[in-house]
């Protein structure tokens, strides 16, 4: 099994940048497909944004694409995730996610691992 910690959540102003943290460790992440939810309070969790991790194909939910990019680091078993131009309804706890033969990765039931989570608040 395959454990998951993330780490670069913060308070943000709208406008600005941050960039979170996945470390992997357990087994080999290219067999997996690794991805990133948020969960806002009261709302469901949803799909930010995917990465193979064999070969590095990309799959981003709409409201963050431009914006947002997800990026792997193989020899430090690291997920990445680069957000730009953050806006308030950016605000939630992220997650990072792992899982074997994903055919659906914006799907979380597709994922059987997940860390426990780093809070995101963007300021107005």
């Known amino acids: 099994q395959v454990q998951l910690v993330e780490s670069g959540g913060g308070l943000v102003q709208a406008g600005g940048s941050a960039r979170l943290s996945c470390a992997i460790s357990g087994r080999p992440f290219n067999m997996y497909t690794m991805a990133w939810f948020r969960q806002a309070p009261g709302k469901d969790r949803d799909f930010v944004a995917a990465?193979?991790?064999?070969?590095?194909?990309?799959v981003y939910a709409d409201s963050v694409k431009g914006r947002f990019t997800i990026s792997l680091d193989n020899s430090r078993q690291m997920v990445y995730l680069q957000m730009n131009a953050l806006k308030p309804a950016d605000t939630a706890k992220y997650y990072c996610?792992?899982?074997?033969?994903?055919?659906?990765?914006?799907?979380?039931?597709?994922?059987?691992?997940w860390g426990r989570g780093t809070q995101v608040t963007v300021s107005s």
């Open positions: 996610a792992a899982g074997l033969e994903v055919t659906r990765p914006q799907f979380r039931y597709a994922y059987d691992a």
């Open positions: 990465i193979q991790g064999s070969g590095g194909s990309t």
